[in-house]
């Protein structure tokens, strides 16, 4: 594969961009600190990635910054795991989900209010999963009525990351029946500050709140905030899962990789830098690192060139998920009894922060979320391998 | 280039089907030499057709699947010694070993040698095919040389292996003299091309181990759709199906690391593509051995009996994961790399 001049004009650009403007020690400044300097540390990087031109350059020509090719896109993401930047978790959703079901299913009405405003600094979140509709999405129950020319809605969503801070949220909501239940779904868009609406912030097992609950009372959202058509909305979220298009991967991998040398500075600071068992753990993470690196780089290559098979992704997602799971385990088998002790967390830091315990809980959020790993197992066998879906009826014993 | 590999890939795919699932080396072997597979790496200047390792990885790989039982390997490694050399006669030897005229063995494991007596003394061993050969292949440290089998000090022993694809034997050397003018290089050269040759063989050895990996999994699903017990095909049960699902995705990472890291290879003799090729060869290897762990047991009791070709698998897998630098050396020096 050899690299196109026209990308690697950009990578030194925007390497050299990155050396000049990523926020020295961020890291330490974000640990052991309330969620408001996080929020406040997100908007100005944002802002700075926006004036750049390197927040959107998966957006459409003609917006700053966009019409960037994916292997364009791909370099930048590359970079910023290189210059280990922090990543713009509070944007994501605005930038990506948001945008794109926008640029490609949205009105020009829509197009014109949201796109500059997401440029402006628009927190959205998304309000997708539930409480009964986790892996089984289509199964979800929060409920829209159109009553004149609004939508009334009622229901609880679950797992909106930073859902306390957005201020527009993309929700799926079920306006016909319910079979088969991908029919009859709705996709809205919400103005967070609109009444009936309750956010509630979960702890999560590390002590961080990264997600929320949102609760619906009669919320009343205007009609023509509606995404496509009704009962459209499962086709619509399909645009909206997919628009990260594999880079996200890309990035955490070689992050990953760069972080490696960080258990081998543990290992020195535990003293067992001799440890013959410890080396050789660190050897088969280190083949495995370099192996998700080498399939998210072959998959995004793949979705480049227009050949990417049904459960491509999939792989990617889960083998990424079982070795992240080995480097933070390897970390804790590291740290020892010290890493037992309480550490304040880095807030929207990556996967790898050397607070062994933290980085281990937090790598469940690539196990469970965004399609658990038994998901993806299922659509590999189903779909790659062309083994049979279970059948649709069951009986409990007794029945 | 791309395309012609494919191509390349896909015509070995035929050959080695028709020639049936670990078919005979006396069957294979001559039609293999006729095709022209040796030439894949040899450069164009020496006769060759000049594509590298990434076109014999996907030979090796295609040999995996077939469970071919060919010193393919062993050949190509003494051939790109010879064209990686400063012998004098090169281009009459890179000739006569890619026309298949002679065969030179090479060991693919490490040796230990000392040199006394103005000779060599040590045994060279994992040897494949070594009956076949006229000269082995001799890795010091120190020099590379061509080695001819038939004089007094060489002794030849076959030694069974479990892994019935492929024919290894010992050979002792007892205060062998090398001849001056089979001699490939010496000192710094020398340890470059022993490297250089650490570094096929590790790259082939992972391809192996895709290949065989890869089949034996394509199997194994295809059993799991025809088998059916509790009246239904043992595929569509979840416990199952995950498990497949597992190895498949060890297989791609294990694929992606090996393909990905050939075209990062910028010298196949230096420190890089030497680590790289570690990593390649011992995940492959080892995703190769836990693939034919796991296939004998999802195919029940069929999968221990002889007659069914898992077993073939598993024993290349335990053979292919035991070649090359010590299994556990590989990690060791990936470790060590990371540690600086």
């Known amino acids: ?399 | 280039m791309t395309g012609e590999i494919a191509e390349l890939q896909e015509s070995a795919r035929r050959v080695l089907d028709g020639a049936g699932l670990a078919a005979d080396e006396a069957k294979t072997w001559p039609q293999i030499v006729e095709l022209g597979w040796l030439l894949v790496a040899v450069p164009e200047e020496l006769g060759g057709l000049g594509l590298g390792l990434t076109a014999a990885s996907a030979l090796y790989t295609e040999i995996g699947r077939g469970l071919a039982a060919i010193p393919y390997l062993p050949a190509m490694l003494s051939i790109d010694a010879v064209c990686h050399s400063g012998l004098a006669d090169r281009e009459i030897w890179v000739e006569r070993l890619a026309g298949g005229e002679n065969y030179v063995a090479t060991p693919l494991a490490a040796a230990l040698l000392s040199a006394e007596k103005g000779g060599v003394t040590g045994t060279l061993s994992a040897v494949p095919s070594a009956d076949k050969a006229s000269h082995v292949l001799l890795m010091a440290a120190d020099q590379v040389a061509l080695l001819p089998l038939a004089q007094s000090g060489v002794k030849v022993t076959a030694r069974q292996t479990w892994d019935k694809t492929r024919r290894l034997f010992d050979i002792r050397l007892e205060a062998v003299a090398i001849d001056e003018e089979l001699v490939l290089a010496r000192g710094e050269a020398a340890a470059a091309l022993v490297r250089r040759l650490s570094t096929h063989r590790d790259f082939a050895l992972a391809a192996d181990a895709v290949g065989g990996a890869s089949a034996l999994l394509e199997r194994t699903v295809e059993y799991l759709q025809t088998r059916r017990q509790f009246a239904r095909p043992l595929a569509l049960f979840q416990a199952i199906k995950h498990r497949c699902a597992d190895l498949k995705t060890i297989i791609a990472a294990a694929e992606a690391l090996l393909v990905d890291s050939l075209g990062r290879i910028e010298d196949p003799g230096d420190e890089a593509a030497a680590l790289m090729a570690k990593q390649a060869k011992s995940l492959a290897c080892s995703t190769y051995f836990h693939v034919t762990e796991e296939g004998i047991q999802l195919h029940g009791g069929i999968g221990v009996t002889a007659e069914h070709p898992c077993h073939l698998f598993l024993k290349r897998a335990m053979l292919d994961a035991q070649l090359g630098a010590p299994g556990d050396s590989y990690a060791r020096d990936i470790a060590a790399a990371i540690l600086g």
């Open chain 1, 1 to 399: 594969m050899q690299p196109d001049p026209k990308s690697e004009a950009l990578r030194a650009e925007v390497r050299a961009w990155l050396a000049a403007n990523v926020p020295k020690g961020w890291r330490q400044a974000m640990t052991s600190v309330e969620q408001e300097s996080f929020v406040e540390a997100q908007r100005a990087w944002f802002s700075k990635l926006v004036k750049a031109g390197y927040a959107t350059p998966h957006w459409p020509e003609g917006w700053p910054g966009g019409g960037r090719s994916l292997a364009e896109q791909k370099v930048i993401y590359e970079e910023v795991a290189r210059a280990d930047a922090p990543r713009l978790i509070l944007f994501f959703v605005a930038l990506y989900h948001a945008a794109c079901t926008l640029t490609e299913w949205g009105t020009p009405a829509q197009k014109d209010k949201y796109l500059p405003a997401i440029l402006k600094g628009e927190i959205w979140c998304q309000g997708f999963s539930e409480p009964n509709a986790g892996s089984d999405l289509a199964s979800l129950r929060t409920r829209a009525e159109l009553k004149g020319d609004r939508y009334v809605v009622n229901g609880q969503k679950i797992w909106s990351t930073m859902a306390q801070y957005a201020d527009r949220c993309l929700l799926l909501t079920r306006t016909g029946g319910s079979q088969p239940p991908q029919a009859g779904i709705t996709y809205l868009l919400l103005d967070m500050k609109t009444k009936g609406i309750t956010v509630r912030p979960i702890t999560q097992i590390t002590g961080d709140d990264e997600f929320s609950e949102v609760f619906f009372d009669d919320v009343e959202i205007p009609a023509e905030e509606r995404v496509g058509k009704e009962g459209e909305g499962w086709a619509v979220a399909q645009s909206t899962l997919a628009s990260e298009r594999g880079l996200t991967l890309v990035e955490l991998s070689q992050r990953m990789r760069y972080a490696l040398p960080m258990i081998g500075a543990e290992m020195r600071a535990q003293g067992r830098a001799e440890d013959a068992a410890l080396r050789h753990a660190l050897g088969e993470l280190g083949a495995k690192v370099n192996a998700v690196c080498a399939l998210a780089d072959r998959y995004l290559l793949k979705r480049i060139a227009g050949e990417e098979a049904p459960g491509d992704a999939s792989i990617v997602k889960l083998y990424y998920a079982q070795v992240l799971r080995e480097f933070t385990k390897l970390g804790l088998r590291v740290g020892g009894l010290s890493a037992q002790y309480y550490k304040g967390f880095m807030r929207g830091a990556t996967q790898e922060t050397g607070n062994w315990p933290v980085d281990f809980m937090n790598s469940y959020n690539w196990s469970i979320a965004g399609g658990s790993n038994e998901v993806q197992r299922n659509i590999i066998a189903e779909r790659m391998l062309q083994m049979p879906r279970e059948p649709k009826t069951w009986q409990l014993p007794g029945n």
